[in-house]
């Protein structure tokens, strides 16, 4: 079974500045993927990020990147110059050997003017 | 491209109803995904479609719940004799093909008095 761990319930930033979500996963899969989605307060979710498990370069997306450690099977997602409208919250995800995505329990990001 | 829609964005029903959902995927997208959400949880996999066949199930996906995508195109999710751990958001997705980013739908809100 796959499992997803964020162990931060609820980050906060200052507008302009950088942060940095955690993820952690488990798969036994040697083929997976990986994603960093976004769900604002009753919208719908976004995709933000993905990462092809088999690519070591880091993707990246304007101002989201992220860390892409392999063997410590950790995914973070950073975000830099902070926006308003990057408060949400953010949701780490693996899909590997069938079809679905296994979600984290998510990350509240409050972005503070 | 209009995005994945559902319908209706709110269900309010009595304990014990049948209730239906609709999901619209983005029109080229062969794959469907139906994922449920409950509340400060992150999305959880319920069953998913390649074209018309029904191809993965979840074990959260009892002999109340039922999910249909005649033509390959939209799908239909059922559930029989409503009950009260039912409520939830329930999120609909699609995508074009394996490993591809899944786009979300805004979801259907499902309240059971």
């Known amino acids: 079974a796959q499992t997803v761990t964020q162990s931060q319930p609820e980050m906060s930033v200052q507008e302009a500045e950088t942060v940095t979500l955690s993820c952690t996963y488990d798969?036994?899969?040697?083929?997976?993927?990986l994603f960093w989605y976004k769900q604002p307060p009753s919208r719908q979710m976004i995709l933000v990020i993905r990462?092809?498990?088999?690519?070591?370069q880091n993707a990246t997306e304007n101002r989201f990147s992220v860390n892409f450690q392999k063997a410590a099977k950790s995914f973070s997602l950073k975000i830099s110059d902070s926006q308003l409208g990057d408060a949400a919250m953010y949701f780490c995800?693996?899909?590997?050997?069938?079809?679905?995505?296994?979600f984290g329990k998510g990350t509240k990001l409050t972005v503070n003017p | 491209d209009t995005g994945v829609s559902q319908n209706p964005r709110h269900k309010i029903t009595k304990r014990g109803q049948n209730v239906t959902f609709r999901c619209d995927p983005i029109?080229?997208?062969?794959?469907l995904y139906w994922y449920r959400q409950t509340l400060g949880q992150g999305p959880e996999f319920l069953t998913y479609?390649?074209?018309?066949?029904?191809?993965?199930k979840s074990r959260l996906l009892s002999d109340r719940f039922s999910a249909e995508r005649p033509k390959g195109s939209f799908s239909t999710l059922e559930i029989q004799r409503t009950e009260q751990g039912d409520s939830a958001m329930y999120l609909c997705?699609?995508?074009?093909?394996?490993?591809?980013?899944?786009?979300f739908g805004d979801g259907t809100r499902l309240s059971i008095l």
């Open positions: 997705a699609s995508s074009a093909d394996s490993g591809g980013p899944q786009h």
């Open positions: 798969t036994s899969e040697s083929d997976y993927y």
């Open positions: 990462q092809e498990a088999y690519k070591q």
């Open positions: 995800a693996v899909q590997g050997g069938s079809e679905k995505l296994v």
């Open positions: 029109s080229e997208h062969n794959r």
């Open positions: 479609f390649q074209n018309e066949a029904q191809l993965e």
